[in-house]
């Protein structure tokens, strides 16, 4: 139970599937697709012009859904192959991290 979701990163690609090794961000009650969005919104304008810098973007978006998130439970960051990437809520949403940009969603 939850609103659960994973965010599946990508480095400067338009791939939208989803790798075993991919790193991936789990939610588990911030996945709707509004606060995915409002998390990648934080992340482009923290980035501004060095948003295509996709190993900083990356960690600027976890500063983002930490500040975001309190506490110490319900955030979590692996390797998509260790997260609830088939979750019955909102699935696995695919991220451009040069971008910071929704590219495709996995159910």
Same mark, same amino acid.
């Given at each position: 139970?939850?609103?659960?979701?994973?965010?599946?990163l990508k480095d400067n690609n338009k791939q939208d599937t989803v790798n075993d090794d991919d790193l991936g961000i789990y939610l588990h009650?911030?996945? %709707?697709?509004?606060?995915?969005k %409002?998390?990648?919104?934080?992340? +482009? %304008?923290?980035? %501004?012009? #060095?948003l295509g810098d996709v190993i900083y973007g990356k960690? #600027?978006?976890?500063?983002?859904?930490?500040?975001?998130? +309190?506490g110490n439970l319900s955030f979590g960051l692996d390797k998509c192959k260790y997260l609830d990437t088939e979750n019955y809520d909102n699935g696995t949403y695919i991220v451009d991290c040069s971008k910071m940009e929704i590219i495709g969603v996995q159910s």
């Open positions: 139970m939850g609103n659960r979701a994973v965010i599946c009650w911030h996945g %709707s697709e509004d606060d995915v %409002s998390f990648l919104d934080l992340t +482009k %304008s923290l980035m %501004s012009d #060095r960690a #600027r978006l976890l500063g983002v859904i930490h500040e975001c998130i +309190k």
